[in-house]
């Protein structure tokens, strides 16, 4: 197994503490809504009947949660 160098291990430690600083910027339920789906697993439609919402709202939420975070990722990361 190899392992990372310590500037490979650095720079992604600094982009995991700032994708979680961007995700903190995001409404709880937003937040909760991505985890849920992103992490654990659950359908768009699992999670809306776990919050009662519609599975449209889930959707919405989560395009904006997710170009939220790519934003904050591109304005600190340009390549």
Do not use: W
């Not at 992103?38 to 699992?46: D, H, I, N, W, Y």
């Not at 809306?48 to 939420?61: C, D, E, H, K, R």
Request: with cysteine.
């Amino acid at each position: 197994m190899l392992s990372a160098s310590p500037e490979r291990q650095l720079a992604g430690t600094r982009a995991l503490h700032h994708a979680l600083s961007s995700l903190a910027e995001l409404p709880a339920r937003v937040q909760k809504v991505l985890m849920l789906t992103r992490v654990e697993g659950l359908t768009q439609r699992e999670v809306a009947l776990a919050i009662g919402v519609s599975p449209t709202l889930i959707n919405f939420m989560l395009k904006d949660a997710l170009a939220h975070c790519r934003g904050s990722l591109d304005q600190s990361y340009p390549f």
